[in-house]
């Protein structure tokens, strides 16, 4: 069975930093381009930012370029997100997801295993 847990989700202040976790389990994680994705209420659930599998390969969302850096651990089955220089309009449920590939590329979508989320909450 799959499983994706996030991790590292908080209440911080413009300006602050966080660094989130998603550990993988039940799969291969080598062979899995992982993703970060976040939802705030109301509104549909946003690309932030993915890597492939090797972590050769990376890509962002506009309004994280510059800010926010994902990177792998392969031997430790995690991927993370660290986010600086947070606005409160990054306020959202963090997603992590999993997409089983055959290459080093990188999409924003789609994704075959999805994480329950970490909330992250920046106040101004």
């Known amino acids: 069975q799959v499983r994706l847990v996030e991790s590292g989700g908080g209440l911080v202040q413009a300006g602050g930093s966080l660094r989130l976790s998603c550990e993988a389990s039940?799969?291969?994680?080598?062979?899995?381009?992982m993703g970060w994705f976040r939802q705030a209420p109301g509104k549909e659930r946003d690309f932030v930012a993915a890597?492939?599998?090797?972590?050769?390969?990376?890509m962002y969302a506009d309004s994280v370029k510059g800010r926010f850096s994902i990177s792998r651990d392969n031997v430790k089955n995690t991927v993370f997100l660290q986010m600086d220089s947070l606005k409160p309009e990054d306020t959202a449920g963090y997603y992590c997801?999993?997409?089983?590939?055959?290459?080093?590329?990188?999409?924003?979508?789609?994704?075959?295993?999805w994480g329950q989320g970490t909330q992250v909450t920046v106040s101004s």
């Open positions: 039940g799969l291969t994680f080598r062979n899995y381009a």
């Open positions: 890597i492939s599998r090797s972590g050769g390969n990376v």
């Open positions: 997801a999993a997409e089983r590939r055959f290459d080093e590329r990188v999409h924003s979508a789609p994704y075959d295993y």
